[in-house]
């Protein structure tokens, strides 16, 4: 069974500051891919991300960036100087291979407000 | 990217009545959709897997008379709620799969959602 545990569920921070959301992840696979999307109010999930299971090597696009820790089983997420278009709920999701399925899990959702 | 288009965002029905929820892949080929449900500042719970052509598989707890599913080709997979009731209210979410990516089997891509509310 694979499981991704989200533990903020809401985080509040003024416009300019960093933020990271955290993700927690268990799977018995060798090989999976983590993503992280995020879900504006309009309801959509806009695909942010896809890390393989054999790549730790961070990430960083504009202001946002990505940790990957295999050790600790935790794809972090950060975003620098946040804006209030960065207001959403941010998803990571975990899709592994038991019997070929890659069905992905998701974790709670970390709400995130960034007021002006 | 790949385009997934879901129809209607949103939809009223009265208790009693069906609404059939579509899930279409624009510009790909799509042999995998999910159909997800989301309460209310919950996550997205999968309630079953359709491929094209064949019967979806349903989460255990989810009703299959209850939440007919049909995939009847590569891109339109249909999500069709039987007598409704207000406790089916929630948004609706389908994603499908890429044949043709190198991540046919990894990446999936979501609709818009539905908001479905019964009355």
């Known amino acids: 069974a694979q499981k991704v545990t989200q533990a903020q569920t809401e985080i509040s921070v003024v416009e300019k500051e960093d933020v990271t959301l955290d993700c927690v992840y268990e799977?018995?696979?060798?090989?999976?891919?983590l993503f992280w999307y995020k879900q504006p109010p309009s309801g959509e999930l806009v695909f942010l991300i896809r890390?393989?299971?054999?790549?730790?090597q961070n990430e960083i696009s504009g202001r946002y960036s990505w940790n990957f820790q295999k050790s600790t089983s935790s794809f972090n997420f950060t975003i620098t100087a946040s804006q209030v278009v960065d207001s959403a709920v941010y998803f990571c999701?975990?899709?592994?291979?038991?019997?070929?399925?890659?069905?992905?899990?998701f974790g709670r959702g970390t709400s995130l407000i960034v007021h002006p | 990217g790949a385009v997934v288009s879901q129809h209607p965002s949103w939809v009223i029905c009265k208790s009693g009545t069906s609404v059939k929820i579509e899930c279409r892949s624009l510009?790909?080929?799509?042999?995998?959709m999910f159909w997800y449900r989301q309460f209310p500042k919950q996550s997205l719970m999968l309630m079953a897997t359709s491929n094209e052509g064949s019967k979806a598989t349903y989460e255990q707890g989810v009703e299959k008379d209850k939440f007919l599913i049909n995939h009847a080709s590569l891109t339109l997979s249909t999500l069709t709620v039987t007598s409704a009731h207000p406790e089916d209210s929630s948004f609706y979410i389908c994603?499908?799969?890429?044949?043709?990516?190198?991540?046919?089997?990894?990446?999936?891509?979501f609709g818009q959602g539905t908001r479905l509310t019964v009355v």
């Open positions: 994603s499908a799969r890429d044949l043709n990516t190198a991540y046919r089997h990894t990446e999936a891509f």
């Open positions: 510009d790909f080929q799509a042999t995998t």
């Open positions: 799977t018995r696979d060798t090989t999976y891919y």
């Open positions: 890390r393989n299971s054999f790549d730790e």
């Open positions: 999701a975990l899709s592994g291979g038991s019997g070929g399925s890659y069905i992905p899990t």
